[in-house]
């Protein structure tokens, strides 16, 4: 399984952005996929510090700068995926507010 990394996914995700890639046929990167994506790398990201927890708890890990840089990157991928739900949300929200 090929996995983005969000450094190609996040700016997609940005209103103006340029796309990283492209759907076919359509011309523009839909924002499911960016989300489906992001998604998949904060639940590959998550599993890879919960492996890597779990090594070093048996005491089978190579090093403990490697799980805490493991752990680091999980966080970062959840904040961005969690700073983006609010930002849709927040969006939404002033959107329902609008006079019609």
Known sequence: ???TPIREIAPALLPGASSPTKAPGSGTFPFSRAVHELLQQVQV???QANQAVHQ???GQAESLHDVLLSVAQADLTFRLLLEIRNRLTEAYQ???RMPI
Do not use: R
């Open 94 to 96: 002033e959107i329902a």
């Open 56 to 58: 070093l708890a048996l």
């Open 45 to 47: 990201s998550a599993a």
């Open 1 to 3: 399984m090929s996995i």
